[in-house]
């Protein structure tokens, strides 16, 4: 059963106390999958932490552009129980300002293992594209999301073939985007983000796989078929 994409809600708040909110996806049910994308502008010293909520799990640790530099971006999900409510993601170990969140529901992942391959990629390269990394190891079903994390792109385009989920994109800091894609493929290269080229264009992009649901399959366990002398015993033969 491929992993389905729902729908989500994309929120941009002031990350200068420590923290944003973010509220769950509408209609978000029990066993979806609940993923929070989140970019915040900071300082860019490369140790900046956001923060995971209660009940969240890491798609990866705090990523940052060029590899130490501002913004950062963090990806989590958790398992939706069904009475999901707001949800607070703290930021430590430096000074924030504006965040981006996008609050996402999908369906039919694999309850034990969601999350598959994960990709980053950061750079400061002055062009107006952004690798978007490959996934080397994926399966037939999967649900891939695309994440652009950058500052001041007053336009995003995802690469070829994946649908735009929000996008973010201004003259401020940061800017930020989210797609996907059905892969029906044992590996996928997505290409490249386009998007404007500015001064202070540093970006991280990420690619990561949502695995599907894997139905349980019930075979025949190959009991022996009774005597037929002893079928007709208990009935079962006239």
Same mark, same amino acid.
């Given at each position: 059963?491929?992993?389905?994409?729902?729908?989500?809600?994309?929120?941009?708040?002031?990350?200068?106390?420590?923290?944003?909110?973010?509220?769950?996806?509408?209609?978000?049910?029990?066993?979806?999958?609940?993923?929070?994308?989140?970019?915040?502008?900071?300082?860019?010293?490369?140790?900046?932490?956001?923060?995971?909520?209660?009940?969240?799990?890491?798609?990866?640790?705090?990523?940052?552009?060029?590899?130490?530099?501002?913004?950062?971006?963090?990806?989590?999900?958790?398992?939706?129980?069904?009475?999901?409510?707001?949800?607070?993601?703290?930021?430590?170990?430096?000074?924030?300002?504006?965040?981006?969140?996008?609050?996402?529901?999908?369906?039919?992942?694999?309850?034990?293992?969601?999350?598959?391959?994960?990709?980053?990629?950061?750079?400061?390269?002055?062009?107006?594209?952004?690798?978007?990394?490959?996934?080397?190891?994926?399966?037939?079903?999967?649900?891939?999301?695309?994440?652009?994390?950058?500052?001041?792109?007053?336009?995003?385009?995802?690469?070829?073939?994946?649908?735009?989920?929000?996008?973010?994109?201004?003259?401020?800091?940061? =800017?930020?985007?989210?797609?996907?894609?059905?892969?029906?493929?044992?590996?996928?290269?997505?290409?490249?983000?386009?998007?404007?080229?500015?001064?202070?264009?540093?970006?991280?992009?990420? =690619?990561?796989?949502?695995?599907?649901?894997?139905?349980?399959?019930?075979?025949?366990?190959?009991?022996?078929?009774?005597?037929?002398?002893?079928?007709?015993?208990?009935?079962?033969?006239?």
């Amino acid at each position: 059963m491929p992993a389905e994409f729902k729908n989500a809600a994309a929120a941009t708040a002031s990350a200068a106390g420590g923290s944003i909110s973010v509220s769950p996806p509408a209609n978000l049910q029990k066993d979806d999958l609940w993923l929070i994308v989140v970019v915040v502008d900071v300082n860019g010293t490369g140790a900046e932490i956001i923060g995971i909520p209660p009940t969240f799990t890491d798609i990866s640790a705090t990523q940052y552009a060029n590899g130490n530099s501002f913004p950062a971006y963090r990806a989590m999900y958790k398992r939706a129980v069904g009475n999901e409510t707001a949800v607070t993601v703290n930021f430590t170990n430096g000074t924030f300002f504006d965040a981006w969140s996008d609050s996402i529901r999908i369906k039919s992942q694999s309850f034990s293992n969601p999350i598959g391959e994960v990709a980053t990629f950061t750079t400061n390269a002055d062009t107006g594209t952004t690798d978007a990394p490959d996934l080397g190891s994926i399966k037939k079903g999967d649900l891939v999301i695309l994440v652009l994390a950058g500052n001041a792109h007053a336009s995003i385009t995802p690469p070829i073939g994946a649908l735009a989920i929000d996008t973010n994109a201004d003259s401020g800091f940061p =800017t930020s985007a989210t797609a996907r894609i059905a892969v029906q493929a044992a590996s996928y290269a997505p290409g490249n983000w386009t998007h404007t080229n500015t001064a202070n264009d540093q970006r991280v992009a990420q =690619t990561f796989a949502i695995n599907a649901f894997a139905p349980l399959r019930i075979t025949a366990l190959g009991y022996p078929k009774p005597h037929i002398s002893h079928a007709r015993q208990i009935g079962a033969i006239p």
